[in-house]
């Protein structure tokens, strides 16, 4: 038997596609970049409100839903941004809607509302925590000196 001496060509290979060069800019600032949304901020600082009302730790709602404290300290300050997911478990674990983590204090709206203060969010936390210490001592007469303390100062910063 001979050999067939001419070979067959086989058909030539299929370009292999380039993909498309992106672009180096982004359509949204980087937290980095312009700090973190406004919405994340409002948001954390109604978990960590929320947290506080609970009487819960970091750590405790960290176990809660799975995740750190440290995570929950970025969700509480809007550095991380929170999924719909993980706001579902934040409620769940908080006793609290979902809608309650987006609600605006008395008499603003959305669409008012320029800017998130951190400052308020902070004053509401130690607000809280003096309360809900204040409570927790036993002696009448300590109460009403803290209180006198606490009245003095106010007065003399309206001075």
Known sequence: ????????????PAPVPVPAKRSN???????LASG???????????IRMARL???VTQSTLAAGVKLTFQQIQKYERGANRVSCSMLSEFAEVLDRPVGWFFEE????????????DPVIGER???TYELTSNFTKIASERAR?????????MAESEVE
């Open 1 to 12: 038997m001979a050999k067939n001496s001419a070979k067959q060509q086989q058909p030539a």
């Open 25 to 31: 800019t982004r359509r949204r600032p980087t937290v």
């Open 36 to 46: 973190p949304h406004p919405v994340d901020v409002h948001v954390g600082s109604r």
């Open 53 to 55: 009302l609970a009487g």
């Open 105 to 116: 204090g008395e008499g603003q709206s959305p669409k008012t509302r320029i800017a998130v």
């Open 124 to 126: 509401q936390r130690l």
């Open 144 to 152: 009403e000196h803290l209180v006198g303390l606490v009245r003095a």
